[in-house]
């Protein structure tokens, strides 16, 4: 049984401000410790459900947070940007299930640490066929491209309810409850890879009853953003359409076609709005 797990950072219990899980921070370390040991727990939990291989795509900043000779399960690493398909690397239909660890809320929902959507400075909000998602919903169309059920999220307790519209019935490990963007009432680290352990055991147990992502095709995501300029920009790309001074809309059969459309958006605004 073969797990394809992406991690990012802002979802690690105790993690609550940027300095904790940016590089050139003098926290940063520490709390890289922690996030391996979150991730590992979810690989433990897999294989004590039956899990046998894994493949880590590293998804927050650089993409090369993770010591790969530190991960449990001896674990494939994928590290590095410059991803085709980003924070879904890697993953095909030989997959039999995807983790998402460490995750976090979206720039626009209920209060979530550290809340964003891809860019913070470009991207005010990110809806799929209407409802808000967060990175995790967005990433979950790559998901259904591929067949394979979403089957655990770690992270925030609205991190974990966002999910839920698009991925009914997932496994959540919730680490910590979100006071403000800045501020969460975090379980003990240990407590927190406990439950993470638990629940993706559990995960993988309910596998063979777990479906795809339920997003209805053709999907669209409307994408508003910060000011005009970053809306204007994004028409550039073929697909994209404005409908308000800043709010665009992509809309496609195909959800891994979409997914890279809208990672290109991502990526060409996010220098006008660094």
Not at 191 to 218: C, H, W, Y
């Amino acid at each position: 049984m073969k797990i394809f797990l992406s991690s990012d950072m802002e979802g690690t219990a105790g993690v609550v401000d940027w300095s904790q899980c940016r590089p050139s921070e003098p926290e940063y370390a520490y709390y890289r410790g922690l996030l391996q040991e979150e991730v590992n727990a979810a690989i433990e939990g897999a294989m004590a459900g039956g899990a046998s291989a894994f493949l880590v795509n590293d998804s927050h900043s650089t993409m090369a947070n993770l010591r790969p000779d530190a991960l449990a399960g001896r674990a494939r690493y994928l590290s590095g940007r410059h991803k085709p398909l980003y924070m879904m690397e890697g993953l095909d239909a030989s997959f039999d299930g995807v983790f998402f660890v460490s995750y976090h809320g979206s720039m626009s929902g209920a209060p979530a640490t550290l809340s964003h959507t891809y860019n913070p400075l470009a991207i005010a909000e990110v809806r799929l066929n209407g409802v808000t998602a967060g990175e995790s919903g967005i990433n979950a169309l790559v998901a259904l491209g591929h067949g394979v059920p979403v089957v655990l999220i770690t992270g925030d307790d609205t991190t974990a309810a966002e999910i839920e519209p698009f991925c009914p019935g997932i496994h959540r490990a919730v680490v910590k409850t979100s006071i403000s963007r800045f501020a969460a009432d975090s379980l003990h680290p240990e407590q927190a890879r406990e439950l993470i352990r638990d629940a993706a055991r559990e995960a993988v147990r309910a596998l063979p009853d777990a479906a795809p992502p339920r997003i209805t095709l053709p999907a669209t995501l409307t994408v508003r953003f910060r000011n005009p300029d970053l809306a204007d920009m994004a028409t550039w790309i073929t697909g994209v359409t404005r409908i308000d001074p800043v709010t665009v809309e992509l809309t496609d059969a195909d959800p891994v076609r979409l997914y890279r459309r809208f990672v290109t958006v991502v990526v060409l605004t996010r220098g006008i709005a660094e």
